[in-house]
DNA sequence: GGCTCATATTTTTTT
DNA sequence: AATATGAGCC
């Protein structure tokens, strides 16, 4: 294969980033302008043309699900995969966590064998940093306290370097050094860490940041706009010496600022590398241009921005679809309808098809409409197979026999299955592990292997942990001669966790099937030690390897939509309060701050433009959320998007009727004109309807009111309908008095 | 110490 | 709606 093979079907621009000389370079693109292609491109061209070895290539991708799919995209454009022996591709958290595994000994008291906590993990902690303080949890909430270490940590300051200038910035400061410290006494590192960590390793040992200078003197940088100060610095410091940084970007594609992503970091590179080549991809290769007039007309209202001029050279293609539907399941069963409508017709595959949401939450309507309808789908993300908790134990068992030392893992299986060992016993030997100044799982085995006389237990106690403390050693012994998969299997044998799992319900069935399935992954480590086991089970969370190529509609987030593409796009739950999201609008009526509703924008924005051919917009009426159903109205974006683009629009930009039925239009029409959440102070109005007056419904005819209730400005009415109807809830707005003459 | 039931609280998005 | 915590009882 030649270099202009790999050039082939790539338009100027794109050759022009492609080849750009070596030295800093920044694409700033659109979507859909081939970003990622010009990124592999770039590796490939590097390799085949410039003749650099593939380990002498580090390239940071977003998700893991990116980073494989750029690995398949270069083998191709490679034609072998031998090519790229060496090829470091990977996330920022994943390239981090090998790093420090490999520089431990300059990283102490970290080891080489330090645990990963995740989310679950680090909030365990932080309920136990806050009750070792004695603080009121309530007040502090562990999960506030965990987003500020975290936004803390992205901007790379420690315990010491945070503000203490009133009291409530102190306690923060000591909840933080404290979390830290049984973060440390755990030999873990939570994911925020992964990153500083490796950052201080360098900044500390500039020799260690030597050797990686040289060992990846090329970089290159997917999704850059989401990189946070620590990503940043991190990036900084490896090319600090080469220049050879390639980063590829949309600021408008920024939507992760909520975990410290701060998109003005292109500016930054600009500034601090001032030779810099900014190439500009432009030109749209995968929507039609009436999609992307609705996309700039939500993401054009941003202010503080550079304007992009979207454009596609396909200017035909089909209008967008705006529509209301009633509730969550109308909307669900709107896009099953149209689902097998666009497949009948021949002009769609069922894979084809994704429907995107703003929080995992709405996937339930969807999904329950899709196995009524008896169509399979693909979720992503959402119950994340790794966050389960059967899956979770089982890991638990394995990391505390991976790093003894792990607290949150010793706290989870210490007494699973119930063996005996409660709360007072735990707190007992947590209080003893302090004293000998050593970890509780270290005090669990000194309490077995020395036999101490002045162990404060008492003696059923004492020998219900001794005998924990037997299976632990007796594991540990075995560590390094087995695989992962039969350490496994052995613990699941010595502990009979399936048998507490099988509770004979359907659910602990399904927990046991996970728990198998867990033990299938591990099987693929045969080679491999615990300690990669491990690493990658908590570093790669993606359900989405499995089923990947099941041709069947897509369940995602609009975050996880992210570098995708769909021929048709469905974008559900357009509503104030859902998106923008209802925090989103507090923050900016409390603070005036509207960074969060224009992150809100953005995502609207990257939902829209990953169609190619059909998008569908909708809203409800009515949803329920939290468990309470209530009423929104249409999100504030769709008035942005001209009417021009919509072959068909629910949404009446002045309120004018429409041809629907006119009980609907009335509820609409008021829809609009109230606020979606009456506050619960607001004045309850008097029922309009009374038990035994005879009404009329659009739907179900003539029935008999049976009883009414009204909160705010909605009253909901029971309605008995004769008829085989039977009795129905019905919003008073349905229905209209019959008169009994 | 452990289990069951009742109450409270929660959900934005992800590595 | 679903899960986490807490009280009360065995």
């Not at 945070?162 to 200038?165: D, S």
């Not at 030109?283 to 929507?287: A, D, G, I, K, V």
């Given at each position: 294969m030649t270099s202009s093979d790999i050039l082939a079907g790539l338009n100027e621009q794109q050759v022009e980033a492609v080849t750009a000389g070596e030295g800093p370079v920044l694409v700033l693109a659109g979507p859909g302008s081939g970003k990622t292609r010009v990124l592999t491109h770039r590796i490939a061209y590097l390799i085949e043309?410039?003749?650099?070895?593939?380990?002498?290539i580090m390239a940071v991708t977003f998700t893991n699900k990116a980073a494989r799919e750029m690995e398949n995209r270069i083998v191709g454009l490679l034609g072998?995969?031998?090519?790229?022996?060496g090829l470091s591709i990977g996330t920022f958290h994943a390239t981090c966590a090998r790093i420090l595994r490999r520089e431990a000994d300059f990283t102490p008291?970290?080891?080489?064998?330090y645990t990963i906590f995740d989310t679950a993990d680090q909030l365990a902690a932080m309920k136990r940093a806050l009750a070792d303080l004695n603080l009121d949890p309530k007040k502090n909430t562990p999960n506030s306290m965990l987003s500020r270490v975290s936004a803390v940590k992205n901007e790379l300051l420690g315990p010491g370097d945070?503000?203490?200038?009133d009291y409530r910035a102190e306690i923060f400061q000591r909840v933080y050094e404290h979390y830290n410290s049984l973060l440390r006494a755990s030999n873990a590192r939570d994911f925020d860490d992964l990153l500083m960590h490796t950052v201080l390793l360098f900044r500390n040992h500039p020799d260690v940041l030597e050797r990686y200078q040289r060992r990846y003197p090329f970089i290159l940088v997917d999704?850059?706009?989401?990189?946070n100060i620590a990503q940043y610095t991190l990036v900084g410091q490896l090319v600090?010496?080469?220049?050879n940084l390639f980063a590829v970007g949309d600021?408008?594609?920024?939507?992760y600022a909520f975990r410290?992503?701060?998109?003005r970091n292109v500016q930054r590179f600009r500034q601090d590398f001032p030779d810099t080549q900014t190439i500009l991809l432009e030109?749209?290769?995968?929507?039609h241009q009436a999609i992307l007039d609705a996309a700039m007309g939500v993401i054009d209202?941003?202010?503080?921005r550079i304007r992009k001029q979207l454009f596609s050279k396909d200017t035909e293609g089909p209008l967008l679809v705006l529509k209301e539907a009633y509730n969550e399941d109308n909307e669900a069963q709107f896009i099953i309808d149209t689902i097998i409508d666009l497949t009948n017709r021949g002009?769609?595959?069922?894979?084809?098809f994704a429907i995107m949401y703003?929080?995992?939450?709405?996937?339930r309507a969807l999904e329950e409409a899709f196995l009524r309808a008896g169509i399979p789908y693909r979720l992503v993300g959402a119950t994340r197979f790794y966050a389960r908790r059967e899956v979770k134990d089982v890991l638990a068992f394995l990391r505390l026999i991976h790093n003894p030392s792990d607290i949150v893992s010793l706290q989870r299986v210490i007494n699973l299955p119930p063996r005996g060992i409660g709360q007072k016993t735990q707190q007992t030997l947590d209080a003893w592990a302090q004293e000998l100044d050593v970890t509780s799982g270290e005090a669990l085995l000194y309490l077995l292997d020395e036999?101490?006389?002045?162990?404060?237990?008492?003696g059923r106690s004492r020998s219900t942990l001794a005998r924990f403390a037997e299976l632990l050693r007796s594991w540990l012994e075995q560590r390094d001669t087995l695989t992962p998969v039969e350490l496994l299997s052995l613990v699941l044998e010595d502990t009979a966790y399936l048998n507490y799992l099988d509770d004979g319900s359907a659910d602990g069935q399904s927990r046991v099937e996970n728990v198998l399935e867990l033990r299938g992954v591990a099987s693929?480590?045969?080679?491999?030690d615990l300690t990669t086991f491990l690493e990658e089970v908590s570093l790669v969370?993606?359900?989405?390897?499995?089923?990947?190529?099941?041709?069947a509609p897509t369940l995602l987030t609009l975050h996880s939509a992210k570098g995708l593409e769909f021929p048709v796009v469905f974008i559900t739950g357009l509503e104030e309060g859902v998106l923008p999201h209802s925090r989103s609008i507090e923050a900016v009526e409390e603070s005036a701050d509207s960074s969060a509703i224009q992150e809100e924008r953005r995502l609207l924005y990257v939902g829209i433009t990953r169609t190619e051919q059909r998008l569908y917009m909708l809203y409800t009426f009515r949803r329920s959320l939290y468990g309470y159903s209530d009423t929104n109205r249409p999100s504030?974006?769709?008035?942005?998007?001209?009417?021009?683009?919509?072959?068909?629009?629910?949404?009446?930009q002045r309120g004018q009727a429409t041809t629907d039925a006119r009980a609907y239009r009335e509820m609409t029409t008021w829809a609009q004109t109230t606020t979606p959440r009456p506050p619960r102070s607001s004045k309850t109005k008097p029922a309009r309807f009374k038990a035994g007056t005879v009404v009329w419904h659009k739907k179900y005819g003539e029935g008999v009111v049976v009883g009414s209730r009204a909160r705010g400005d909605i009253e909901e009415v029971n309605v008995l309908f004769p008829g085989g109807s039977g009795e129905k809830t019905i919003m008073a707005d349905f229905l209209k008095p019959v008169d009994q003459d």
């Open positions: 043309k410039h003749g650099v070895r593939p380990w002498h072998d995969s031998g090519k790229i022996d008291p970290f080891s080489s064998s945070v503000a203490a200038n999704e850059f706009q989401d990189t600090a010496h080469h220049r600021p408008d594609q920024s939507i410290g992503a701060d998109h030109q749209n290769y995968r929507s209202r941003n202010p503080g002009e769609y595959g069922m894979g084809d703003r929080t995992n939450a709405q996937s036999d101490p006389e002045d162990a404060p237990f008492s693929g480590y045969d080679g491999l969370a993606d359900t989405d390897t499995r089923d990947d190529d099941t041709q504030r974006f769709l008035y942005d998007i001209p009417e021009s683009v919509f072959e068909y629009s629910d949404l009446r």
